[in-house]
C-alpha cells in the first residue's frame, strides 16, 4: 500500500463547476499538507498548504484536512479551463528532513 | 521570490552520452536541493537530496555513479546523467527547500525532460 493515494482520473469538469479533490494517507505522523498544481511539461507549483486539521481557504481553492480519517481534500470554486492540469497532494512529517511523500496525481480537465 | 531556475528544459541527447542539469536558486540560499524524476502519467518520486558542501544522499534503487549531484554553492545544484541510456528518457525537476510559507515551503523548477535516442 502506497503511503499517500490519489485517484489518478482523469476528472472531467464542465466549467464553472466545483471540483472535489482528494487524498488519503496512513502515516499518522503527517503534518504538514499540500497541494500542487502541475501543468503538462512543467514543475509543480504550490497552491495551498495546511498544517494539521482544519480548512484554509484561497480565492477559489479551499483545501481541507481530516486527520482523524486521515482524508484531504482541495475543493476549487467556479472551475475555469485554464485549472486543467494534474494536481498532486504531498505530505511532510515534522523535522524529519522535512522530506515530501507526494500523491499519484490527478488530472483535471475542464471544458469551456 | 524564491524562484529555481532550471535549465536545459529539454534535451536530446545519444546513447551513451552524458547530460547536465542544472537548478539555480535565483533569489534566495538554497542549502538542500531534490532532484525528482519523473515517468509519464505518474508522480514525482525523489531520486536524491543534496546539501550545499557536502554529498548528497540517494534513495534506494538510485545509481549514484549514474546520477552525479553537484551542490557546490548555495544557489547552484547540477544534476549530470552519466552514461545516458534511452530508459533514462524522463522529465526531471528539482526542487529547493524554502522558509518562506512559515515553515520548509518547497519551490520546484520547470524540469527538463531528456530523451536518450
Known amino acids: 500500500q502506497k503511503e499517500v493515494e490519489q485517484d489518478p482520473g482523469p476528472l472531467s469538469v464542465p466549467e464553472g463547476a466545483i471540483v472535489s479533490l482528494n487524498c488519503t494517507y496512513s502515516n499518522s505522523a503527517f503534518q504538514y499538507f499540500m497541494w500542487y498544481r502541475q501543468y503538462s511539461r512543467k514543475g509543480p507549483e504550490l497552491l495551498m498548504y495546511?498544517?494539521?486539521?482544519g480548512n484554509k481557504e484561497d480565492g477559489r481553492f479551499t483545501a481541507q484536512v481530516d486527520k482523524s480519517s486521515k482524508y484531504i481534500s482541495l475543493f476549487i470554486r467556479d472551475s475555469q479551463p485554464s485549472d486543467s492540469a494534474t494536481y498532486l497532494c504531498a505530505m511532510s512529517v515534522p523535522n524529519a528532513g522535512n522530506m515530501l511523500t507526494f500523491g499519484g496525481g490527478t488530472r483535471l480537465m475542464v471544458k469551456p | 521570490g524564491a524562484v529555481v531556475s532550471q535549465h536545459p528544459s529539454w534535451v536530446i541527447c545519444k546513447s551513451g552520452t552524458s547530460v547536465k542539469i542544472e537548478c539555480r536558486s535565483l533569489?534566495?540560499?538554497?542549502?538542500?536541493m531534490f532532484w525528482y524524476r519523473q515517468f509519464p502519467k505518474q508522480s514525482l518520486m525523489l531520486m536524491a537530496t543534496?546539501?550545499?558542501?557536502?554529498?548528497?544522499?540517494?534513495e534506494q534503487g538510485v545509481e549514484k555513479d549514474k546520477f552525479l549531484i553537484n551542490h557546490a554553492s548555495l544557489t547552484l545544484s547540477t544534476l549530470t546523467v552519466t552514461s545516458a541510456h534511452p530508459e533514462d528518457s524522463s522529465f526531471y525537476i528539482c526542487s529547493a527547500r524554502v522558509q518562506v510559507f512559515g515553515f520548509s515551503g518547497y519551490t520546484f523548477g520547470s524540469g527538463t525532460r531528456l530523451t536518450v535516442v
Open positions: 495546511t498544517y494539521s486539521s
Open positions: 543534496s546539501n550545499e558542501g557536502s554529498k548528497a544522499t540517494y
Open positions: 533569489d534566495f540560499q538554497a542549502t538542500t
